[in-house]
């Protein structure tokens, strides 16, 4: 039966955890996985990107495969063909396909017509393979997820929403702090709640970035202007408060450590020194997207985890 990644909670808590641990193999050996050899993967990009294409088109060549970058504009999507002919000629042609776009709907649409495992490389609604690296830097830092509380501070975005779902999936604390009518997306908020029920985790919803980060392990922050927001006209100023500076750092638990999925501008959602404090944190975010996302292509295409 065939696998994608479009929602993190395509994934069991068990499968994460098992995703994480090989993904530290491949880190110490990256051509230990050739899972793609004699594979094709097409890298679907609507949105621009430096991480997920430069990941991606490193990881499947790693792994044996070829990648084939594939702009939007020069695709029949740009000129209205429909999203579903779309899958089902790729998958005549590709193994895998990798798509970084604005709709979720759009990517739920691909993964039902395709034949061939689909992997989510952002969407408005999540950003599901950046979650999975971030639990990856988090279990390195810590050395384990459990008992673990991750605050996020800012917009209640497509990062808000996916840390929500992956917290509650595995049992970790979850607060989100974001102004007046800018919380996450109404559906990750009940979701996350229904599986926290289940997994014991506590999910807090707030528009006070002080009372988020206490006792937090991990601070979490995002650009407050998403890419395609550009023309949101006075956000930045609403979103002052929500600054991750020294002073808010200093509300959470001594050994926290501060995230940033980049890529950052400075002075806003953060200020300097709390990002260069923090940079060898981010940017092994940023390198972990590699090593995880080979390991997750690894179970889509039924490589027994560790074996």
Known sequence: MKRDFVSFTD???????????????????????????????????????TRTRLSFEVGVYQMGGQPIYISGSTTQL??????KDTARVMSRYLDGIVIRTFSHQEVEELAKYSSI?????????????????????????????????VAYVGDGNNMANTLLLAC??????????TPPNYEPNGKAVYE?????????????????????VLEADVIYTDVWVSMGQENEK????????????????LLAKPDAIVMHCLPAHKGEEITEDVFEQYSDVIFNQAENRLHVQKSLMSFLFKKNIGG
Do not use: W
Request: hydrophobic letters at 40%; proline letters at 3%.
């Open 11 to 49: 994934l069991s808590r068990e499968e994460v955890l098992s995703i994480i641990d090989y993904a530290k193999k491949l880190k110490k050996d990256k051509f230990a996985d050739r899972t793609l050899e004699g594979k094709s993967i097409g890298l679907i990009f609507m949105k621009q990107s």
């Open 234 to 249: 006075g956000k930045k100023d609403v979103f002052k408060p929500f600054t991750v500076n020294k002073d808010l750092v």
């Open 192 to 212: 996350s709640l229904e599986i926290a029920k289940k997994s014991g985790s506590k999910i807090t919803i707030t528009n006070d970035p002080k009372e988020a």
């Open 117 to 149: 495992p689909v992997i989510n490389a952002l969407t408005d609604y999540q950003h599901p393979c950046q979650v999975l690296a971030d639990l990856m830097t988090i279990d390195e830092e810590f050395g384990s997820l459990e008992n673990k509380k």
């Open 168 to 177: 509650a999936l595995m049992g970790m604390d979850m607060s989100v702090a």
């Open 78 to 83: 740009s000129r209205g063909e429909d999203i």
